[in-house]
T-cell receptor, first 114, second 113 residues
Framework: NAGVTQTPKFQVLKTGQSMTLQCAQD?????MSWYRQDPGMGLRLIHY???????DQGEVPNGYNVSRSTTEDFPLRLLSAAPSQTSVYFCASSDRISGLVTQYFGPGTRLTVL | RKEVEQDPGPFNVPEGATVAFNCTYSNSASQSFFWYRQDCRKEPKLLMSVYSSGNEDGRFTAQLNRASQYISLLIRDSKLSDSATYLCVVNVGYGGSQGNLIFGKGTKLSVKP
């Protein structure tokens, strides 16, 4: 199993550009999430999905869109990049055993918006 | 606001030392609790779940105090490889949805030779 994979690893954008961060998991997990991690802020949930075709907003959804057409993939789209979106982005999938949710994280995408 | 609070550290300890981290949470409806470990420039990884009765995994012991709403992590006989940031995570909801997972900002541990 590859686990959770993310592409690209690094990206530099100019203000106003759009792009899609890719995330895929091969563990057949129903739940997937996107987080951003900023210095001093910890991990903040952007969007999440509890299954194909179902998505919901997290704590900081503005400026981002998601879709979940398959169980495996959960792309994150930046509509019009802003410097405030400079961050490290983590995708995660969740395994629920006995009611406990364990998050498996991808390696992250380091995004810089100029 | 749902919050999970941790001392950011850094905790600088010598090899072999015992070190303890605390974490407090504000939502009394919180259902489950975890410690994650994050190495520098890497993704977080689950270290251990925290059970009401307390639990141990080798040199690591986790405790939960629901009445005082805090969680602790004790590391005995610290190794250089324990150097990392430790994240306290609380699930404030039901049903296992990750929309209810709240992450603390982390406590940084540095173990010195």
């Amino acid at each position: 199993n590859a686990g959770v994979t993310q592409t690209p690893k690094f990206q530099v954008l100019k203000t106003g550009q759009s792009m899609t961060l890719q995330c895929a998991q091969d563990m057949n997990h129903e739940y997937m999430s996107w987080y951003r991690q900023d210095p001093g802020m910890g991990l903040r949930l952007i969007h999440y999905s509890v299954g194909a075709g179902i998505t919901d907003q997290g704590e900081v959804p503005n400026g981002y869109n998601v879709s979940r057409s398959t169980t495996e993939d959960f792309p994150l789209r930046l509509l019009s990049a802003a410097p405030s979106q400079t961050s490290v982005y983590f995708c995660a999938s969740s395994d629920r055993i006995s009611g406990l949710v364990t998050q498996y994280f991808g390696p992250g995408t380091r995004l810089t918006v100029l | 606001r749902k919050e999970v609070e941790q001392d950011p550290g850094p905790f600088n300890v010598p090899e072999g030392a015992t070190v303890a981290f605390n974490c407090t949470y504000s939502n009394s409806a919180s259902q489950s609790f975890f410690w994650y470990r994050q190495d520098c420039r890497k993704e977080p990884k689950l270290l251990m779940s925290v059970y009401s009765s307390g639990n141990e995994d080798g040199r690591f012991t986790a405790q939960l105090n629901r009445a005082s709403q805090y969680i602790s992590l004790l590391i005995r006989d610290s190794k250089l490889s324990d150097s990392a940031t430790y994240l306290c995570v609380v699930n404030v909801g039901y049903g296992g949805s990750q929309g209810n997972l709240i992450f603390g900002k982390g406590t940084k541990l540095s173990v010195k030779p």
